[in-house]
C-alpha cells in the first residue's frame, strides 16, 4: 500500500489570508489528484498531474507536483469562506488510488 | 440527476445485523469503487468492477464483506454481522475506464453507516 500523509491536519484562517497543504510519500506516482469534499457529500476532484514539476492553477488555487513525484502541494491566495472544506490529495499508479488522510480547511469570515 | 447514487445515506444498525448499501453509478461508466472513510482518516480501497473482468477484492477488510455489480450497472455491498468498526462512511464512485491513474472519480454521497 502506497502511504500519503498530508499536513497540516487542520487549518483554520481568516478571509484573505493565504494556505498552503502538503501531501507527502515515499513512493513514486504516476499521477496525484486534489479532491474537495464538504460535508456530507462525496470528494469532487480539482486537478491532476502528471508530470514531474508541474504547476497547475485553477483560479486562487495552484497546484504543484514534486520532481520526483513524490509529493504536491496546494496553495490557496487569498482564501474564501467557500474554500472551507477536507482537501483530499490521491496517488494514482493503477486503478486502485490512495488516498491521504486529508487536511481540513476552515475558512472564517 | 446524472450523479453516481447511493442508498441509504443513513443507515443505524444493531451489532450482528446484516446490511446492504447499494450504488448506482453514472451510465456509461465501466469501472465502480467501493471506498470506506472513518472519523479523521482518509478513503480507504474495498473494492473495484471493471466491466466484466474479475473484480479486485484485496481492499476487502474480512469474509463479511462483500461485493457484486449486476449487470454492469448497479452494485450491492453487503456486511454480514455487522461490528461496531464497521461504522463509517461508505463512498461508491465510478469512471469512465480504469480512473485510478489519471482519470476522474466521480463520487456518490456516500452511506453513513452507524452500528450500535
Known amino acids: 500500500t502506497q502511504l500519503l500523509e498530508q499536513s497540516p491536519q487542520f487549518l483554520s484562517i481568516q478571509e484573505g489570508e493565504n494556505l498552503t497543504v502538503y501531501c507527502n510519500s515515499s513512493?513514486?506516482?504516476?499521477?496525484l489528484q486534489w479532491y474537495r469534499q464538504e460535508p456530507g457529500e462525496g470528494p469532487v476532484l480539482l486537478v491532476t498531474?502528471?508530470?514531474?514539476?508541474e504547476v497547475k492553477k485553477l483560479k486562487r488555487l495552484t497546484f504543484q507536483f514534486g520532481d520526483a513525484r513524490k509529493d504536491s502541494s496546494l496553495h490557496i491566495t487569498a482564501a474564501q469562506p467557500g474554500d472551507t472544506g477536507l482537501y483530499l490529495c490521491?496517488?494514482?499508479?493503477?486503478?486502485?488510488?490512495?488516498f491521504g488522510a486529508g487536511t481540513t480547511v476552515t475558512v472564517r469570515a | 440527476g446524472a450523479g453516481v447514487s447511493q442508498s441509504p445515506s443513513n443507515k443505524v444498525t444493531e451489532k450482528g445485523k446484516d446490511v446492504e448499501l447499494r450504488c448506482d453509478p453514472i451510465?456509461?461508466?465501466?469501472?465502480l469503487y467501493w471506498y470506506r472513510q472513518s472519523l479523521g482518516q482518509g478513503l480507504e480501497f474495498l473494492i473495484y468492477?471493471?466491466?466484466?473482468?474479475?473484480?479486485?477484492k484485496s481492499g476487502l477488510p474480512s469474509d463479511r464483506f462483500s461485493a457484486e455489480r449486476t449487470g454492469g450497472s448497479v452494485s450491492t455491498l453487503t456486511i454480514q454481522r455487522t461490528q461496531q468498526e464497521d461504522s463509517a462512511v461508505y463512498l461508491c464512485?465510478?469512471?469512465?475506464?480504469?480512473?485510478?491513474?489519471?482519470?476522474?472519480?466521480?463520487f456518490g454521497e456516500g452511506s453513513r453507516l452507524t452500528v450500535l
Open positions: 464512485a465510478s469512471s469512465v475506464g480504469w480512473g485510478g491513474n489519471t482519470g476522474e472519480l466521480f
Open positions: 513512493s513514486v506516482f504516476s499521477s
Open positions: 498531474v502528471v508530470t514531474g514539476g
Open positions: 490521491a496517488g494514482g499508479g493503477d486503478y486502485k488510488l490512495s
Open positions: 451510465s456509461g461508466h465501466t469501472a
Open positions: 468492477f471493471q466491466g466484466n473482468s474479475a473484480p479486485d
